[in-house]
């Protein structure tokens, strides 16, 4: 199973970026996704999530209201629309998949079957 994250990069306070992660190697339909990310000296945190079915979805405090995770089956691909961008946001963000199928809450309980490697996200001031 691979997955491969795009769409990081400089942006202004305020303004939106659109993170990607298409998977490859398995059915994508059956599994949860979702993204963590690691700002500078900061431990690797969960961000969003998305169940199997992409009607449960789970998001931390920090961002709720702020970014919507989505999932595109027909493309293997998982979504992270960033609006509202605050400096605090920098940080790398990682994909991740989980690794039990049919599964709504691994992700968000930090149960992860794969990673992706990650892209850089920095919000100036």
């Known amino acids: 199973v691979q997955l491969q994250a795009s769409g990081g990069g400089l942006v202004q306070a305020g303004g939106s970026l659109r993170l990607s992660c298409v998977v490859s190697g398995r059915t994508f339909d059956n599994y949860g996704m979702g993204w963590f990310r690691r700002a500078p000296d900061k431990e690797r945190a969960f961000v969003a999530s998305v169940g199997w079915r992409g009607v449960t979805k789970y998001y931390s405090d920090s961002v709720k209201g702020r970014f919507t995770i989505s999932r595109d089956n027909s493309k293997s691909t998982v979504y992270l629309q960033m609006d509202s961008l605050k400096p605090e946001d920098t940080a790398v963000y990682y994909c991740?998949?989980?690794?039990?199928?049919?599964?709504?809450?691994?992700?968000?309980?930090?149960?992860?079957?794969?990673w992706g490697p990650g892209t850089l996200v920095t919000v100036s001031s």
């Open positions: 991740a998949a989980a690794g039990r199928p049919r599964t709504s809450t691994d992700i968000s309980r930090g149960i992860v079957g794969y």
